[in-house]
């Protein structure tokens, strides 16, 4: 069975500051890919960032980057020179050999200005 | 481009009635998944349409059950409503079923008295 904890479940930063979301990952897969997703209070899930397992295909965008360790199953997402925009819910989320997703508990980041 | 569509928003229901979402996927997408999201959880994954037919399953009852049409909208249906069905219900789509470039629309929210 597939599993994704998010030990953290509250954060608060002031603007411009780092901020690492952790996220650890439990499979058998050999092959599966790890999500970072989104979601505002409109409550769509918005697309982060993806990392595949196999393979140094990815997709990243401006300030935001991750620590992927295989040895640790951990895969863990920074947002650099934090924004009140980014105040939202995240979602680490794990796929194996389908499309279909595992997701954490999620993590409330809150931005202040 | 219009992107995952999904309707009603916002639904209320008693124990014991049975309800229908409807969900339209991003144009160009074949596949559909839905999630159920309880308050302050992760999505859950319920099940995934393609070709018309259910191609996964997560751990819902039979209560929940869904429809793909042949121009991909997707209906999910649950019978006997619980009040443990009050949740956001999302729906994501993507272009065959083991890809995972999954787009969310921003749910319907059913709550249950």
């Known amino acids: 069975a597939q599993k994704v904890t998010q030990a953290q479940t509250e954060i608060s930063v002031v603007e411009k500051e780092d901020v690492t979301l952790d996220c650890v990952y439990e499979?058998?897969?050999?092959?599966?890919?790890l999500f970072w997703y989104k979601q505002p209070p409109s409550g769509e899930l918005v697309f982060l960032i993806r990392?595949?397992?196999?393979?140094?295909q990815n997709e990243i965008s401006g300030r935001y980057s991750w620590n992927f360790q295989k040895s640790t199953s951990s895969f863990n997402f920074t947002i650099t020179a934090s924004q009140v925009v980014d105040s939202a819910v995240y979602f680490c989320?794990?796929?194996?050999?389908?499309?279909?997703?595992?997701f954490g508990k999620g993590i409330t980041l809150s931005v202040r200005p | 481009d219009a992107g995952v569509t999904q309707s009603p928003t916002h639904l209320i229901k008693t124990r014991g009635q049975q309800v229908t979402l409807r969900c339209s996927p991003k144009?160009?997408?074949?596949?559909v998944s839905w999630y159920q999201q309880a308050l302050g959880q992760g999505p859950q994954f319920i099940f995934q349409y393609y070709e018309e037919e259910e191609r996964q399953r997560g751990n819902f009852p039979d209560r929940f059950s869904g429809h793909q049409f042949p121009n991909y909208s997707s209906e999910l249906n649950v019978n006997a409503l619980l009040l443990g069905d009050s949740a956001l219900y999302l729906c994501?789509?993507?272009?065959?079923?083991?890809?995972?470039?999954?787009?969310f629309g921003s749910g319907t929210q059913l709550s249950v008295l």
């Open positions: 144009s160009g997408h074949d596949t």
């Open positions: 989320a794990l796929g194996g050999a389908n499309s279909k997703l595992t």
């Open positions: 990392r595949n397992s196999f393979d140094e």
């Open positions: 994501a789509s993507s272009y065959g079923t083991g890809r995972y470039k999954l787009f």
């Open positions: 499979t058998r897969d050999t092959t599966y890919y």
